[in-house]
């Protein structure tokens, strides 16, 4: 049986449903990443974990317990919220100690596990600070250390690495997956940065109106989006028209470009309009380069951006961006040059609405 | 630039002299008790009264009872409609403003048709009613102040996601109230605190209409029937106001220092 489980989840504000009927099963020491844009309702089902909104239906079990009657108190979950909020009137030990002495454990256990948590996070030097003598990324790290320290049976992340910069974010999330690993806490983590999910979720969900749009791998969330919305939302993606071309033979027209796609097209008829999707990153313009699809068309900017070198081409009234690797002696695709994109077929995805 | 330095100074100047001014004469005046020389017979004699430090006594430990009991309803108050009610807030506002406008004689004269000794609710009954309806007037006359003070300085800590850091840490009301929001809204705690005690001490009309044994009427008998106390009176008077507002200051300062945020 799975260790956290949301059963037919629904939360309503007043007239508005901002989740719609939610499931979902988590493993325990799973590291799941809820991803989606600001009011999807991924802020609302973790704070429905944590006990601080009631669903309006459904229930929320953890380790086989329903939690629905649980007051947040009683729930014995930990949580890192996106502005730190430490005790400003405690030091980084008493803020660490805080669920410990709530819970009334001894003393000499407390300063045992104050000092554990803090060795996990490396600022055993800074006990006696206060958290307005901390950086935000230090701070954040406390947070952590204080949730972690009563030993609780799951761990929530409300967009913890939002408020750092860019340098910060990148090694404090590696730091947070690697603690949880160490500690094989369940983890729910709250973001709405892709990159972020992508890099250390086991599982992702993406999150749409209300509704998980898709659930899976971040490998399975990026290369096989379910929806339009996650092709959208998770890396550039280039969502191009397409005519049914034959349905029978499985083809599509973009422009002047015939193409046979490996997924079946369906119950469409000939003529029908599609849409597919297509990596910036698959293929290549290169003439040697193996692919049995090829795109022709005209480039209408080309833009050079650091490691990449972005192209862009029209093929029958769609844009297709193009990203290759930069080098040193690369030329690149001139204004209104005709250009070849080959890849696989496989790399096309039949977007479903 | 020039021009306008000068006049800013001429206003600060003209400012300084009427308010020094009338202050110097009465601290000079209060110091010509012994004729022909400058002495602080005044003041021993106020200091001397037996009816000075029982009045004295008496609104201190009335100020006291009003910055206790007005802080248990202020603070818990405030916080509550900031986290579970932010809409009350304009009402909340209203309501504390209230004393500002409606005149201290309206409010005891209200007090005394409630709470008179036929009434329901007796407490001028009894002396130790009549001291508790006095502690509870007090309160409603600080009220703007301390309302105010306190809600001020909840405005610099994020009171709701404190609260549920503390909650999901398994604490419960009280501990999450006098443990993680009270030590931050000390500041305005004590900022409420000393111009509550400013108030209560000078304060004339509730304890002189419930006939209460308080300072205010005690300055004003004493400047009926006597010529250099008062004027030591009110600068003793003085002196304990500004020094709530130094210990204001000296708050603040310190309050600066230490975090505001969570």
Request: hydrophobic share 45%; charged share 20%; proline share 5%.
């Amino acid at each position: 049986m799975s260790f956290l489980v949301l059963d037919s989840i629904k939360k309503s504000f007043g007239q508005t449903q901002v989740v719609k009927d939610f499931h979902m099963a988590i493993e325990k020491g799973e590291f799941v990443s809820f991803l989606g844009p600001s009011g999807c309702g991924k802020t609302t089902i973790l704070r429905m974990i944590a006990g601080f909104e009631t669903p309006s239906d459904g229930v929320i079990s953890i380790a086989g317990k329903n939690q629905n009657g649980l007051k947040t108190s009683q729930r014995n979950i930990g949580m890192v919220f996106q502005a730190y909020a430490l005790f400003p009137n405690m030091s980084v030990f008493d803020n660490v100690a805080f669920g410990l002495k709530v819970a009334g454990q001894p003393k000499s256990e407390i300063e045992k596990r104050v000092k554990e948590m803090l060795k996990l996070i490396h600022l055993e030097h800074l006990a006696d600070r206060y958290p307005y003598q901390l950086s935000g990324g230090q701070q954040q790290r406390v947070a952590l250390a204080r949730a972690l320290a009563p030993k609780p049976q799951v761990l929530l992340l409300d967009e913890p690495l939002s408020a750092l910069d860019a340098k910060i974010r990148v090694s404090l999330r590696e730091e947070i997956r690697q603690i949880q690993r160490q500690l094989g806490i369940t983890t729910v983590f709250v973001t709405h940065d892709q990159e972020e999910a992508l890099s250390i979720s086991d599982r992702i969900v993406v999150m749409n109106a209300g509704r998980a749009d898709q659930i899976g791998t971040p490998s399975d969330i990026y290369n096989r989006p379910a929806t339009r919305f996650v092709a959208s939302f998770v890396g550039t993606l280039n969502i191009i028209d397409a005519i049914v071309e034959d349905p029978a033979a499985n083809t599509i027209r973009i422009g002047e470009n015939v193409i046979k796609l490996r997924e079946p097209i369906g119950a469409l008829k000939g003529g029908d309009q599609v849409s597919i999707a297509l990596r910036p990153e698959a293929g290549s313009l290169n003439e040697s380069a193996t692919g049995d699809t090829a795109l022709t068309g005209k480039v209408v900017s080309s833009q050079f951006l650091g490691s990449v070198v972005r192209t862009r081409f029209e093929v029958g009234g769609n844009q297709i961006s193009f990203d290759m690797f930069n080098a040193p002696d690369k030329i690149l695709p001139q204004l209104g040059e005709t250009v070849t994109l080959r890849f696989a077929a496989s790399d096309l995805l039949l977007i479903k609405d | 630039m020039k021009t306008s330095k000068f006049l800013a100074w001429l206003a600060i100047a003209i400012g300084v002299i009427y308010f020094f001014i009338p202050l110097l004469g009465t601290f000079e005046f209060s110091l010509r008790m012994r004729r022909g020389e400058y002495s602080l017979d005044a003041y021993g004699s106020v200091f001397s009264d037996v009816q000075f430090q029982q009045t004295f006594g008496f609104s201190i430990l009335m100020a006291l009872f009003t910055i206790v009991f007005g802080m248990l309803l202020v603070v818990p108050t405030a916080y509550w409609v900031r986290l579970r009610l932010p809409q009350m807030r304009p009402v909340l506002e209203f309501i504390t403003l209230m004393p500002l406008v409606i005149p201290a004689i309206v409010i005891v004269f209200g007090y005394l048709r409630l709470y008179n000794s036929s009434s329901y609710i007796p407490f001028t009954g009894s002396i130790f009613g009549t001291n508790v309806l006095l502690v509870m007037s007090y309160i409603t006359l600080s009220l703007p102040y301390m309302y105010r003070s306190v809600d001020t300085a909840m405005r610099t800590i994020d009171v709701r996601t404190l609260t549920e850091a503390a909650e999901i840490l398994g604490a419960k009301w009280p501990t999450i109230l006098f443990r993680c929001i009270f030590p931050n809204v000390m500041s305005g705690v004590l900022s409420g605190a000393f111009i509550t005690f400013a108030i209560v001490i000078g304060e004339f009309t509730m304890a002189s209409l419930l006939d209460r044994p308080a300072f205010g009427p005690y300055l004003q008998l004493v400047g009926a029937n006597k010529a250099y106390e008062p004027s030591a009176l009110a600068i003793i008077a003085f002196a304990i106001t500004w020094l709530s507002m130094g210990l204001l200051q000296l708050v603040s300062r310190f309050s600066k220092l230490a975090p505001s945020k969570a």
